[in-house]
């Protein structure tokens, strides 16, 4: 028996060593191509990293902790990686890529474009509120002394440096397609203001002449080629705007609505041409701002939308991976046109994911702990912006703001903190909800229980 348990130890020696050496050549003999070092240090992300100089994320396992003794010691870490590959942003593979086949165009029905976006002007209806309302963030104000005053959005923005909607512009100027979507969208809007049988002829022509081009776009394999694909992301994300805000002109509840179909094809494309696969690490992959406000802007409405669609589990590298490139400073960072930072943004499509694994393995007892490293991670989280640095604790931001007496903060960074730190705590909601199915009468506390399974 001793003989042949030092047999067995001298072969897992010798077979560790190969594995090693093998492993040492591999490397050898790719490192011409590799665009990174592997992180040494093996510390923790922290926080106060951010005031100061940047740090690597690695692997950001930092920001998990796989349960102890439950695989062994050191390799505890690593087999978390393997069964909740879903905890820890990668690049994706080159051989997962596929050739791109056919891509919907939601907004060209039946190989037609649409006629007439707005077959007729809609009257407007007062209601008894004093306010006349007939569109989705479009109203106006009736004043006491009887005078109409137009309220319309004029484009004010708390984060200009990442507000998805003025980065548009220069794709707007230099491709056609994203400018007739432009136009469309905007005359479209201001019909509600404006009743004007010319602006609606310019409107449906507009928006006509947009999902033609459109058409075209998709089916050119130019724009499935990295760094090409901004402009029909431009257009696509004007168009699923336009069907946002034009909710009078949405299809039956019975069929799936345009701007779902719209971010789902833009998600296709942005997954088709994402940089990430040249990299090692998705610190090092390197984006324009357009691509990451148009990646931000399409990842915020597919998902919202998660929360209230059937649970189904997602390829790895079609979890949004392209939301977390960057150096962890870039996916804290709140963007303009959202309001939250791209890592939160993704953590509410991890825990769709997870609650799509525990429903199909109910008896799982890895994903339990997989929620909980989620939940500690939004514990605390820290975002910056712009305007701040952020703050290490939540209890740190709230006693930072200066109140009124009706209890408002009136300080645009304080307002940025405050939105993006209501992402955080929804999402906790969100976990406790979905995954745990904790019951609706519930306070999040960093010391009260939020399992009830």
């Not at 490192?31 to 951010?50: A, E, V, Y």
């Not at 690695?58 to 990686?81: I, T």
Request: charge should be negative.
């Amino acid at each position: 028996m001793e003989d042949c348990y030092r047999q067995h130890m001298e072969d897992r020696d010798h077979v560790a060593e190969f594995s090693t050496s093998l492993c040492e050549d591999i490397f050898d003999l790719t490192s011409l191509f590799s665009t990174t070092q592997t992180d040494q240090s093996g510390l923790p992300f922290d926080n106060s990293t951010l005031a100061g100089k940047k740090r690597p994320r690695g692997s950001d396992d930092g920001d998990v902790e796989a349960p102890q003794g439950y695989f062994g010691e050191n390799e505890d870490l690593e087999a978390f990686r393997l069964l909740v590959p879903e905890l820890f942003p990668h690049c994706p593979s080159l051989d997962n890529r596929r050739p791109v086949n056919f891509i919907e165009n939601p907004f060209f029905e039946d190989h037609l474009a649409i006629v007439e976006r707005h077959p007729h002007l809609r009257p407007t209806s007062q209601m008894n509120t004093g306010v006349v309302i007939n569109g989705y963030l479009k109203f106006v104000l009736i004043l006491q002394n009887g005078l109409d005053t137009l309220a319309i959005c004029g484009g004010r923005t708390l984060l200009p440096k990442t507000n998805a909607w003025l980065d548009l512009g220069s794709v707007i100027d230099s491709h056609e397609c994203a400018r007739h979507a432009a136009l469309a969208f905007s005359a479209g809007y201001m019909l509600d203001y404006i009743p004007s049988e010319r602006l609606r002829i310019r409107a449906n022509f507009h928006y006509k002449r947009a999902s033609e081009l459109l058409a075209l776009a998709l089916n050119d394999l130019n724009i499935y080629q990295v760094g090409k694909e901004d402009g029909v992301i431009t257009a696509l994300h004007l168009l699923w705007s336009d069907d946002i805000v034009q909710w009078e002109l949405r299809e039956p509840k019975t069929v799936r609505p345009r701007w779902r179909r719209g971010t789902r094809t833009a998600t296709a494309i942005l997954d088709a041409t994402d940089p990430g696969y040249r990299y090692w690490k998705p610190e090092n992959v390197q984006i324009t701002s357009i691509r990451r406000s148009n990646a931000n802007m399409c990842a915020y409405a597919e998902i919202c939308a998660l929360p209230v669609t059937r649970l189904f589990v997602t390829e790895i590298d079609k979890l949004y991976p392209w939301l977390l490139e960057g150096s962890e400073e870039d996916v804290r960072q709140i963007h303009g046109g959202t309001g939250v930072s791209p890592k939160v943004l993704h953590i509410y499509a991890q825990i769709t994911q997870l609650s799509a694994r525990i429903a199909e393995l109910p008896d799982s007892p890895i994903l339990p702990h997989a929620a909980d490293a989620l939940m500690r991670r939004l514990e605390n989280f820290r975002q910056t912006s712009e305007l701040s640095r952020g703050h290490e604790t939540t209890a740190q931001l709230l006693e930072s703001c200066i109140l009124d007496e009706r209890g408002l903060v009136h300080c645009a960074t304080k307002v940025t903190e405050l939105t993006a730190e209501t992402w955080v705590q929804a999402a906790k909601i969100y976990l406790c909800c979905r995954f745990f199915r904790s019951v609706h009468t519930f306070i999040i506390s960093p010391c009260s229980p939020h399992r009830t399974r």
